[in-house]
C-alpha cells in the first residue's frame, strides 16, 4: 500500500473557479504534512506546509483531518498560471523521509 | 543564489555502464536526499545524509551508492546501470529545523539502453 495517494486527475477548471483537492496518507504516525507545486518538466517547490489547525496563504488553504488520515489544498479564483501538478508530502517518524503522492494535475482554462 | 545544482541536465548510458550524478548545495545544509521520479510513482527516496560522512538508505537504494564527504556536495553514483534505472533523478537539501522545506535541484534526466 502506497504511504501518500493523490487523485492523479487532471482537473480541468476555468479561471476564476474553486477547486480543491484530497490526499490520503496511511501512516497514523505521520507528523508533518506539505503541498509542492511542480511545473513541467521542473523540480518541485513548496507551496505550503499544512498545520493542525489549517492555514491559508493567499488564494491557497490547507487542511490536515489526523482521523480520516487525509489533507486538503483548497484554490480559489484559479489563475491560469496555477496550472501545475500539486505534490502531497508526508513525513512519517522520521524527518529523514518524506514520502511524495504522484501528484495531482490541475490545468486551468481561459 | 544557485541553491542546489545538479550536473548533468541529461545523459543516456549504455546497459552495465557506471556514471555518477553530481550535486552540489550552497546553502550550508546538514540534509541532502536522493530521489527518482517515474511516471505515477511520485518521486521515492534513494539515498539521505544528514550531514558530512553519515548516510543512509531511502526506499531504492539498489544499484545505487552516495558518499557526503563535504557539506556541499552529495554525489548519487550508478554502478552498473539498468534499463529499470532510467528516470529523472533530483536531489534535494534542507535545514535540520522546521519548518523542513526541501529546496530541489532541476533534476537529471537519465535514460538507459
Known amino acids: 500500500r502506497k504511504e501518500v495517494e493523490q487523485d492523479p486527475g487532471p482537473f480541468n477548471v476555468p479561471e476564476g473557479a474553486t477547486v480543491a483537492f484530497n490526499c490520503t496518507y496511511s501512516?497514523?504516525?505521520?507528523?508533518?504534512f506539505f503541498w509542492y507545486r511542480q511545473d513541467c518538466r521542473k523540480e518541485p517547490k513548496l507551496l505550503m506546509s499544512v498545520y493542525s489547525s489549517g492555514n491559508e496563504d493567499g488564494r491557497f488553504t490547507a487542511q490536515l483531518n489526523r482521523a480520516s488520515q487525509y489533507i486538503s489544498l483548497l484554490i480559489r479564483d484559479s489563475k491560469l498560471s496555477d496550472s501545475a501538478t500539486y505534490l502531497c508530502v508526508v513525513n512519517v517518524n522520521n524527518f529523514n523521509k518524506f514520502y511524495f503522492g504522484s501528484g495531482t494535475k490541475l490545468n486551468v482554462k481561459p | 543564489n544557485a541553491g542546489v545544482t545538479q550536473t548533468p541536465k541529461f545523459q543516456v548510458l549504455k546497459t552495465g555502464q557506471s556514471m555518477t550524478l553530481q550535486c552540489a548545495q550552497d546553502m550550508n545544509h546538514e540534509y541532502m536526499s536522493w530521489y527518482r521520479q517515474d511516471p505515477g510513482m511520485g518521486l521515492r527516496l534513494i539515498h539521505y545524509?544528514?550531514?558530512?560522512?553519515?548516510?543512509d538508505q531511502g526506499e531504492v537504494p539498489n544499484g545505487y551508492n552516495v558518499s557526503r564527504s563535504t557539506t556541499e556536495d552529495f554525489p548519487l553514483r550508478l554502478l552498473s546501470a539498468a534499463p529499470s534505472q532510467t528516470s529523472v533523478y533530483f536531489c534535494?537539501?534542507?535545514?535540520?529545523?522546521?519548518?523542513?522545506?526541501?529546496?530541489f535541484g532541476p533534476g537529471t534526466r537519465l535514460t538507459v539502453t
Open positions: 545524509s544528514v550531514g558530512a560522512g553519515i548516510t
Open positions: 534535494a537539501s534542507r535545514t535540520g529545523t522546521s519548518p523542513y522545506e526541501q529546496y
Open positions: 501512516n497514523s504516525a505521520s507528523q508533518s
